[in-house]
């Protein structure tokens, strides 16, 4: 009769090794590998990898008291900023071997509270929060009292946490002077949603150095009511079907909105740079793809997911749980949507 092949357990591991199964067991363990010195950690884990043998994970957080599930809150997968955040936080928690859950709220509150709710009923050991609307800010932050919560990207105001996000207000300020050294001196804004704590740092940022220049800046009585492609078009119109003379410079606070009003000096027969300069902002994929090729504000939005994960981590292991805001700094990535006014 065929038999299964025995299974590589723990103690095996320890016995091809050469050391204490208590040794195995920290070499194995994200948590404790570094309590050990390289050349034994990494025998180990040689050796277990060549064995096919598996940490019991599931075990492995009965005895921690841990579910080994990280869960993650955005408002829509399908934004193309949001990618590179999720990749940098999957190899941070991946790492640590545990289990990323990914939900997103459509930006509504109410199933924001909904979500948190199914991740305390599965005693998920953290939750990071990239959604653009919290809702009831006081709801979230008595939740945030059953489950260890971390920002990503936004901050709030009565609700605080530990919180990593993007410098919004120097990203704003990066688009102005790089607008205004070209020569510009009558621009617009194209504003996402100000009630996202984001979207109003970039309009701080460019709107203050506006307020140190001979510039003016258009006053425009509308924000997106979304990020979108959609949204940016309609406020591009909305400037450009005014009377009078158009501005000679847009500031789109994303890439989707740049696209937007791309298509909108398209429409009207202008071209850009020549009539309109025109930057975005994210640096997202598309940015470099359509014509002309979008001058932006990049983010470091690869690294901001590998720090709000590992802050994750500290808050689960009770090493931090301070309100403390971190905000990595941007870049200005200059391209061809972007060049000196062909009027004064």
Known sequence: MDRSPARVTLKDIARLAGVHPATASRALDPARGDMLTPETRDRVRRVAQEAGYHVNSFARSLRKNSSGMVGVVVADVANPFLPPILRGIEQIIRAEQ?????????????????????????????????AAHFGDEQAVAS?????????????????????????????GQLAAEHLVSLGHRDLAQLRG?????????????FAAVMSTTTARERFVDQSAAAPTVEEGRRLAEAILDAPGRHPTAFFAHNDLMAVGALEALRDRG???PRDISIVGYNDAPLSNHVN??????????????????TLALAVIAGATTEPTIEKLPPELVIRQSTGAPSHP
């Open 98 to 130: 545990k289990l990323l859950l990914i939900a997103e709220t459509h930006d509504d509150g109410g199933t924001l509270l909904e979500i948190i709710d199914h991740f305390v009923a599965r005693r998920v050991d953290a939750v990071i929060l990239s």
């Open 193 to 205: 949603p100000m009630d996202v704590s984001s979207f109003r740092g970039r309009e701080q940022g």
């Open 292 to 309: 002309p090729p979008l001058t932006t504000v990049r983010l470091p939005s690869l690294e901001l997911g590998r720090r709000v994960a």
């Open 270 to 272: 202008l071209t850009c």
């Open 143 to 171: 939740l945030a009292e059953k489950i260890p919560v971390v920002l990503a990207v936004r901050s709030v105001g009565s609700a605080r946490f530990p919180t990593i996000t993007h410098d919004d207000v120097l990203g």
